[in-house]
């Protein structure tokens, strides 16, 4: 594939497509999921929820062993060959392979540990899971490298509408938690097989590991990288579930779940475009792609995940019943680092567009070290101060990434401030004044849109007021994109 750097009007054009179908992808997903996710609440237990996730760790852990960083590496290779594909493709493969060969005979001794017998058969079928996204490795990073976001959106939609229309059904039916399992296998299974279709590529038995060595360097730090993220944030369930019980298992997924689709929707929006965008720019370009990028993160973030904790108590019980009450403390916290977990994920990209792998790789290990040592001293005082010590440690570490990063792009403090504080002074004001009315109101319905709609119009208001360039440019893509269609 021949090493074409686009001049940057082009890029841009790129990106902002790239972020339109990415966004769009992403935001429909999630939608969807909000939807399936509502059914499935109503119908299941919070035991049932306890139950699928007991093996979340594993599962996660798993996930990232078979990519190996090989996604990335291939997205941020400049001149990529059949070779590097086919090689990549082999290697995921066979460790997806072992990775399931290895859960599937030592899933008793799982179960036996966490005196839960019917985890032997329910793992061994959500490790299939595994199995199928190390399928899906070369296809997902063509697709992303090649900024084909609109595939990449209508295959995440197929498969969120297929897996969970199986998820509501079996739930429904009363196969319990085996809906929440099936939902989560049938959507990597089915997104795995259309963007196998979208990508038109095809691997031949004709391979050798030399592009693998080549990429190991660089992949493996950043496969370290991501298994110390997926044990800090997933670690607190498996640990829950041994300590408490099933019960507080769910109630602290459920709160988890929620702000997790906030912050997915937006850091999924801009996956499919900061890697190769960054990558793709020019040397003098990458402070000002970067600081752009940020304020579109924080323009998004702040309103939509600190607006949903704060409609959050009137919200969760109306939508998935009083049972799940209880988690609305654990969302609010946990809304607060989401609302930055985006702009986390870009300082991520940065480093790895500069080809800072190792640099991230010791960040994450003392982010995760931080995160379980946190976690033993927060357990005994319940999930809510779990979840506050959580919240900390990764704003901590926010602010430790940035001065990392300042090393490679010189990105000033002042700069970052200024990126930020516009945004969140809105949204804080917004907020408050739509506290203050609705302090006012007595009926549910009436205060969940009164809170959405003070906030939503005081915020773009108060950007337009300001005179807000991100505001500005938002508004102007969408007029443009309306009239090309």
Not at 10 to 22: E, H, I, M, Y
Not at 51 to 62: D, E, G, K, P, T
């Amino acid at each position: 594939m021949p090493d074409t750097t686009p001049n940057p009007e082009n890029l841009k054009k790129k990106a902002a497509d790239g972020l339109f179908w990415s966004g769009l992808g992403s935001v429909t997903q999630q939608v969807l999921n909000l939807m399936f996710g509502v059914f499935l609440a109503r119908i299941l237990s919070e035991d049932d929820y306890g139950m699928a996730n007991l093996l979340a760790v594993f599962i996660a852990l798993s996930y990232l062993i078979q990519e190996g960083g090989f996604r990335v590496a291939l997205i941020n290779r400049k001149n990529v060959s059949y070779d590097d594909y086919n090689s990549v493709f082999w290697t995921s493969f066979l460790i997806g392979l072992t990775l399931y060969l290895i859960f599937f005979f030592t899933m008793p001794l799982l179960a036996g540990f966490l005196n839960e017998p019917d985890l032997i058969p329910l793992g061994r079928f959500q490790f299939l899971a595994v199995l199928a996204a190390s399928i899906s490795i070369v296809p997902s990073g063509m697709l992303t490298k090649e900024l084909k976001n609109k595939c990449l959106a209508k295959s995440s939609f197929a498969a969120v509408v297929i897996s969970g229309t199986l998820g509501v059904t079996l739930a429904y039916n009363g196969f319990a938690y085996w809906g929440i399992v099936a939902q989560s296998v049938c959507y990597v299974a089915v997104n795995m097989m259309f963007m196998w279709f979208y990508s038109g590529w095809r691997p031949s038995f004709k391979f050798s590991f030399k592009p693998v060595l080549e990429m190991l360097p660089f992949s493996i730090k950043l496969l370290i990288s991501n298994i110390f993220t997926s044990i800090g944030d997933n670690l607190f369930t498996f640990i829950i579930g041994k300590t408490y019980n099933k019960y507080q298992v769910g109630i602290y997924a459920q709160g988890a779940k929620w702000t997790t689709l906030g912050q997915q929707t937006i850091s999924n929006a801009l996956e499919g475009v900061t890697q190769p965008v960054l990558v793709k720019a020019a040397e003098q370009e990458k402070t000002l792609v970067f600081n752009k990028l940020m304020r579109f993160c924080v323009f998004v973030s702040l309103p939509c995940l600190l607006g949903f904790g704060f409609v959050a108590p009137e919200l969760i019980p109306l939508v998935i019943g009083d049972k799940w009450i209880p988690s609305v403390a654990v969302l609010q916290i946990l809304c607060v680092w989401s609302a930055f977990y985006s702009t986390f994920h870009l300082y991520n990209k940065q480093l790895l567009s500069c080809g800072q792998s190792g640099a991230l790789m010791w960040i994450t290990i003392f982010r995760c070290v931080a995160q379980i040592l946190t976690l033993i001293f927060t357990l005994r005082h319940g999930l809510e101060w779990i979840a506050v010590g959580y919240v900390s440690v990764n704003l901590l570490f926010l602010v430790v990434i940035h001065f990392v990063t300042n090393r490679y792009i010189k990105i000033p403090v002042l700069q970052v401030f200024k990126n930020i504080a516009p945004y969140l002074m809105a949204t804080a004001g917004s907020i408050a004044v739509a506290w203050w009315v609705t302090s006012f109101m007595s009926n549910v319905y009436l205060i969940i849109v009164a809170k959405i709609a003070i906030t939503a119009l005081l915020y773009l208001l108060s950007l337009y007021l300001s005179g807000s360039v991100m505001l500005r440019e938002s508004m102007g893509y969408v007029k443009n994109l309306v009239k090309r269609n």
